[in-house]
T-cell receptor
Framework: AAGVIQSPRHLIKEKRETATLKCYPIPRHDTVYWYQQGPGQDPQFLISFYEKMQSDKGSIPDRFSAQQFSDYHSELNMSSLELGDSALYFC?????????????FGSGTQLSVL | DAKTTQPPSMDCAEGRAANLPCNHSTISGNEYVYWYRQIHSQGPQYIIHGLKNNETNEMASLIITEDRKSSTLILPHATLRDTAVYYCIVRVAKTGNQFYFGTGTSLTVIP
């Protein structure tokens, strides 16, 4: 079965550079979620989209932005990167956001800021 | 925003049942309880979810108390591959995401 695809798998950037992470949800899934997981930390919710509109916002820094496109894939754009942005970034998708809809997670993008 | 409380760590002997508790005393009537696990730096993996009735699938069983204020995830025959961090999540019944991870329980299965 198709899963959530994230690219790239690994990304190395320097401080103050920009990065773009991509997420391709499971076919027919219209809701996408982004999470950040620092070393030894639990996943922290950043932002979510439903039908190309932002549906909820968590602890996403102002330097980050995201959007969902007409084909439902999503991109997380990160600017003015800081050392503290080094983390594993997960994307998840679901078919709607009803309370009984489970989320399916991708394998994540490991971002290292040097 | 996490609405759950779990023990930080547990051990379980290989082949025995692993019983992972979760408290969610402020859960509302239409909010589901989900369990996910994360094996070292992999994406969180769905295990099971339920509303008020006990649930069972090929991975685990979920026992929810009658007052719904707590639940237990049961892995019937733990293997070494079940060593992971297990998250109990209450999905809040509002529009948007409201799918927040708490601290989780680090389960170690011992040979």
């Amino acid at each position: 079965a198709a899963g959530v695809i994230q690219s790239p798998r690994h990304l190395i950037k320097e401080k103050r550079e920009t990065a773009t992470l991509k997420c391709y949800p499971i076919p027919r899934h219209d809701t996408v979620y982004w999470y950040q997981q620092g070393p030894g930390q639990d996943p922290q919710f950043l932002i979510s989209f439903y039908e190309k509109m932002q549906s909820d916002k968590g602890s996403i820094p102002d330097r980050f932005s995201a959007q969902q496109f007409s084909d439902y894939h999503s991109e997380l754009n990160m600017s003015s990167l800081e050392l503290g942005d080094s983390a594993l970034y997960f994307c998840a998708s679901s078919e709607g956001f009803a309370t009984n809809e489970k989320l399916f997670f991708g394998s994540g993008t490991q971002l290292s800021v040097l | 925003d996490a609405k759950t409380t779990q023990p930080p760590s547990m051990d379980c002997a290989e082949g025995r049942a692993a019983n992972l508790p979760c408290n969610h005393s402020t859960i509302s009537g239409n909010e589901y309880v989900y369990w996910y696990r994360q094996i070292h730096s992999q994406g969180p993996q769905y295990i099971i979810h339920g509303l008020k009735n006990n649930e069972t699938n090929e991975m685990a069983s979920l026992i929810i108390t009658e007052d719904r204020k707590s639940s237990t995830l049961i892995l019937p025959h733990a293997t070494l591959r079940d060593t992971a961090v297990y998250y109990c999540i209450v999905r809040v019944a509002k529009t948007g995401n409201q799918f927040y991870f708490g601290t989780g329980t680090s389960l170690t299965v011992i040979p």
